[in-house]
């Protein structure tokens, strides 16, 4: 008994140790957080070539594991040793990856480089004469309706904002020009460290292609290694859950993204539209954000078309609306299934978390992240409830008594949601 009582006693101090030393270690962590997320950003500019290969390797898997398994049944017969079989069958995979990745960077560029060169010249060619347009119809209109002092305050405005232009350019961007070729050459330098970063992306790319089975390895020794059989098969339980939601939803978007950006094209060609190709190839990327993707690209899109046919850009803000009704509730629920989980509050949720956090990769990446973390804590609640031997079932803890529904019919309502969540 007086052993039983040290044991309890034991555990409550370490129990309190350990909360004391946790909101200690809080509170230092909160007043140095710009600290730390300093020190965050440097690791993560250091680490950013292969965070890039990662990412690469891991869309690219598919598509190598495919060409080696299909080139290793072909070659094992036309080699002494499957060791020579295996090299070569590598080689045709990360050939064929290769391939695919530089095709896909290739047709991006070759899409939008040129649009974009066309579409900045036509804005600033276009641009002073839709302000003078601009100008001549407020001033038809005003007179027209018998407001002519207001036709000249609109004159005289658009008349002091031209010459406030030239002065500012005259006065502050010419003195300025050092400062701005020093910005200039920052971005330009930055540029090139990105391209650096994406070459030795690619680099680091090949590598975790052809040498993921030896991580997995490893990986799978430490774990035996360090933890029990149990908490070693709930790490590879995990493992293989988030690879699933993870390619399940990213794989998903890309697909649901291509198609998109297709059906934007065609529709774009049939209304003749311009900049099909530029405006396109924007919607579709931009659509593999969630929910705001279609509008953050249909944004700076309008724009472009909106100097050149102000009425054609309406047509576009039109028919974007009705994509992304298309994509939300037909395509995309019909492409990713059931493999996020999330309802559509949740979803915006973890994307403007996810995108004040991270920027566009946390706006990609928050939805399976939040995914994951909802799945395991429901599954952890649901599992202390059962052992409490209390019910696990949403509508039970539901508080209804103001609008006079019955448990039965609080029961069917759940019912019904789950079944929409489900489809």
């Given at each position: 008994m007086r052993e039983r009582m040290k044991g309890v006693r034991f555990k409550q101090w370490a129990t309190y140790t350990f909360a004391g030393v946790s909101i200690i270690l809080f509170y230092f962590f909160m007043k140095n957080l710009s600290q730390v997320w300093s020190a965050v950003g440097t690791v993560n500019r250091?680490?950013?070539?292969?965070?890039?290969?990662?990412i690469l390797a891991y869309l690219l898997c598919p598509i190598y594991n495919t060409t080696v398994r299909r080139f290793l049944k072909r070659l094992k017969s036309k080699f002494k040793t499957e060791r020579q079989a295996v090299t070569w069958a590598r080689v045709a995979g990360t050939t064929a990856a290769m391939v695919l990745l530089f095709a896909v960077i290739g047709s991006v560029l070759w899409l939008l480089v040129p649009q974009i060169v066309k579409s900045v010249v036509a804005f600033f060619e276009v641009l002073p004469g839709r302000l003078e347009e601009l100008s001549k119809f407020l001033s038809k209109q005003l007179v027209k309706n018998h407001h002519p002092e207001m036709a000249k305050q609109v004159g005289k405005l658009i008349q002091a904002a031209r010459e406030y232009v030239l002065d500012y350019a005259e006065k502050k961007?010419?003195?300025g020009v050092g400062s701005i070729m020093a910005k200039v050459s920052m971005g330009l330098l930055q540029t090139l460290r990105t391209l650096l970063d994406v070459v030795i992306g690619i680099i680091v790319c090949v590598y975790f292609l052809n040498m993921k089975e030896r991580f997995a390895a490893h990986l799978k020794m430490f774990i035996q290694g360090h933890f029990s059989q149990k908490h070693a098969d709930e790490i590879y339980e995990f493992g293989a859950y988030t690879n699933k939601t993870f390619g399940g939803f990213i794989n998903g978007k890309i697909i649901d993204s291509i198609i998109i950006g297709f059906i934007c094209y065609a529709a774009m060609l049939l209304l003749k539209l311009p900049y099909p190709e530029l405006i396109s190839t924007i919607v579709g990327v931009t659509n593999i954000i969630p929910f705001f993707g279609?509008?953050?690209g249909a944004i700076p899109s309008a724009v472009v078309i909106c100097v050149l046919d102000p009425v054609k850009a309406l047509i576009f803000l039109v028919w974007i609306?009705?994509?992304q009704q298309f994509?939300?509730?037909i395509l995309g629920p019909w492409i990713l299934g059931g493999r996020v989980g999330l309802g559509s509050f949740w979803v915006m949720f973890a994307i403007i978390v996810g995108g004040g956090l991270f920027g566009p990769v946390g706006m990609i990446l928050?939805?399976?992240v939040f995914s994951i973390i909802t799945y395991y804590v429901g599954r952890r609640t649901r599992t202390l409830l059962s052992r409490k031997g209390m019910s696990d079932q949403v509508s039970d803890y539901m508080n209804w008594d103001n609008f006079n529904y019955s448990k039965k019919e609080l029961q069917a309502m759940q019912q019904a949601r789950e079944a929409e969540e489900e489809e």
């Open positions: 250091i680490l950013r070539p292969f965070t890039i290969g990662l961007l010419l003195p279609p509008f953050i609306f009705i994509l994509d939300g509730n928050g939805v399976p």
